[in-house]
């Protein structure tokens, strides 16, 4: 096994992807091709008719390879993007790269779109011989969930006409917010007095801080930043609603929640009954927050204590440290995920710097056509931000597994993905708990391991609630930002039944969540992943060392299944019955327990 460099280097590298950065002469050689591809694809398609005899379906199998390398190479290109606009917001160039790329995007949908309308208007009894040639049927359910797709969308000139439209309106308004959020800054004030105007990422760092007083201090300016620029943010949240509420319209469709379900290749009723179950058990969070509150010694926590510490913090945690004990406890589990992490930490596949100008939050992006990923973070030294790096790393190990798939197999959704991810970092937590040299730092590791269940329980609630609740008034018109900050109050009191002091109306408007194009309702996917792989981790740690080689076979089938057929085949579990999801529930609520048993 390969061995961690030291020091490991905790910027990425990108020139090996595409030299030059913004400025590069390849990646332009690269896009340039890549819309040649696209626009000799869209010719093929409008002139092709749906095949009549198994015959003439070989005839697609070219149009099927092309599809999918643009698919890979657009991916790509939108990857490479997304890394150069996250390490440095200042970098225009970036940004009209960005706008290429969407470009590029909106032309490889018109392709699709035409694609499946062939499919579409194959016959029943052609298209079931077509879907069993061998060359065919590996791909199969991919091209089958197309066709059903197709069916319920507009004629293929119209929805190419919506997309071209979209490049300059709702992608435009969503590459609005990036703008708007570049602008934004937080002063912070440190204890010898000097202020300094922190970016938002480096601000979300400190309301984590242990120190309550600079968690108070940090949040107050943090909501009156957000609040300078409410007005901005609420047209374009408006914006971008009324665009997808429009085009649902046209596309004769009233439920908001069918795209991000079919996205997430989950029924209703699984959503619901996930929802049940979270909800029956709320009370033992709610009682985890009140003791939280009573041993911070404060009648209830406000929303800047939640994510808090509870002890003091009486080191920070190096990047190397925290790279080693990533490692480790991935090595308990399954050796070729360990390689993997040594793999993403040698070859500088991690940007995780603390400095200026840097976007907020933490991603994983795939890089199809390298084979390669790269992770995004701002580490601070804290065991969240060692969470959220095993948690990105997941995310890259999960690509791994899909990279020699055919690209349409690699089409894995957000809920699955986040199981991946999610089961990585409680691998990690679990070992903390487990490995704690004091009951006080087990109570502190424990609390630590449970705010991840009041995030996806509570706060991703919260943001489910008021992301429906803006949808159904925003059929009635544009919504204001005092409104929003209501909706967004009104949904966390309720997510939160209450239990704390304070809370954070202006959430709606720092949430980057709420402003991604490409995935309606950015929400309810993260607490099914949570509650996904919470389930998976209590089958993982009956059964032993030969779990591995299960877990790496359904995270292979992410792309080719309903949630409700993977479970089925891989799991033995019914997802749509609420008896999976209590199992699941009850290792979070074991932990509540453990925790207010400890701290009577």
């Avoid at 909106?106 to 040639?133: G, H, P």
């Avoid at 409680?426 to 730092?441: G, T």
Wanted: charged content about 25%; aromatic content about 10%; glycine content about 6%.
């Amino acid at each position: 096994m390969e061995q961690l460099t030291n020091p490991i280097t905790p910027t990425w590298e990108l020139e090996s992807i595409f030299a030059g950065g913004s400025s590069s002469e390849a990646f332009q050689t690269f896009l340039g091709q890549l819309g040649e591809d696209l626009s000799g694809l869209n010719e093929k398609l409008r002139k092709a008719l749906a095949p009549v005899n198994l015959e003439e379906t070989k005839s697609f199998d070219e149009i099927i390879q092309g599809l999918q390398s643009v698919l890979s190479r657009v991916s790509e290109a939108g990857a490479f993007v997304e890394c150069l606009t996250a390490q440095d917001q200042h970098d225009k160039k970036a940004v009209q790269l960005t706008a290429k790329v969407t470009t590029l995007r909106a032309a490889l949908d018109n392709v699709l779109t035409l694609f499946q309308n062939v499919l579409r208007m194959t016959e029943d009894s052609i298209w079931e011989a077509w879907m069993a040639r061998p060359e065919v049927s590996p791909i199969s359910f991919v091209l089958s969930e197309k066709r059903h797709a197709a069916k319920e969308l507009l004629s293929p000139e119209l929805e190419s006409l919506a997309s071209d439209l979209a490049v300059e309106g709702y992608h435009g308004w969503g590459q609005h917010y990036d703008t708007i959020v570049a602008k934004v800054g937080v002063p912070f004030t440190d204890d010898k007095g000097e202020t300094t105007i922190l970016s938002v990422g480096q601000a979300a760092n400190k309301l984590d801080d242990p120190n309550p007083k600079v968690r108070e201090a940090t949040f107050a300016k943090w909501e009156e930043a957000w609040g300078k620029v409410a007005d901005y943010s609420s047209d374009t949240l408006n914006r971008l609603a009324g665009f997808r509420l429009k085009l649902y319209e046209k596309r004769g469709w009233d439920d908001v929640l069918k795209e991000p379900l079919e996205i997430n290749r989950m029924s209703r009723q699984t959503l619901d009954t996930m929802w049940q179950v979270i909800e029956e058990n709320k009370p033992f969070f709610v009682s985890y927050l009140e003791r939280k509150a009573k041993l911070r010694g404060v009648e209830k926590l406000n929303w800047s204590d939640v994510d808090a510490p509870l002890g003091e913090v009486t080191g920070k945690i190096t990047y190397d440290e925290a790279a080693k004990e990533i490692v480790n406890q991935f090595g308990n589990f399954s050796p070729k995920l360990a390689d993997f992490a040594v793999k993403a930490f040698n070859r500088r596949w991690i940007e995780a710097e603390d400095r200026p100008g840097k976007r907020p939050g933490g991603f994983c992006t795939s890089l199809t056509v390298s084979k390669e990923t790269r992770i995004f973070m701002t580490f601070g030294g804290t065991v969240s931000n060692m969470a959220t790096l095993a948690h990105e790393l997941g995310h890259a190990y999960h690509q791994y597994l899909m990279d020699e798939l055919p690209e349409f197999n690699q089409g894995y959704a957000m809920n699955v993905a986040e199981t991946a991810s999610t089961f990585a970092e409680m691998i990690v937590a679990d070992a903390l708990v487990r490995n704690a040299s004091s009951e006080e730092e087990k109570i502190n590791l424990l609390a630590d391991k449970i705010q991840s269940g009041i995030a996806f329980f509570m706060n991703i609630h919260a943001r489910f609630l008021f992301e429906t609740r803006f949808y159904e008034k925003r059929k009635q018109g544009m919504l204001d930002a005092a409104e929003l900050c209501s909706l967004m109050e009104e949904a966390q009191r309720e997510a939160f039944q209450g239990a704390l002091g304070g809370y954070h109306p202006h959430f709606w408007a720092s949430k980057l969540h709420f402003y991604i194009t490409e995935v309606p309702f950015y929400n309810f996917p993260y607490t099914f992943g949570y509650m996904f792989s919470t389930g998976i981790y209590a089958l993982a740690v009956r059964e032993g060392a030969g779990f591995a080689d299960k877990y790496d076979a359904l995270l292979m089938d992410t792309g080719r299944m309903t949630v409700e057929e993977l479970a089925a085949k891989h799991l033995n579990v019914d997802l749509t019955k609420p008896d999976f999801w209590r199992g699941a529930m009850s290792v979070v609520v074991d932990d509540v327990k453990q925790f207010l048993d400890l701290t009577q």
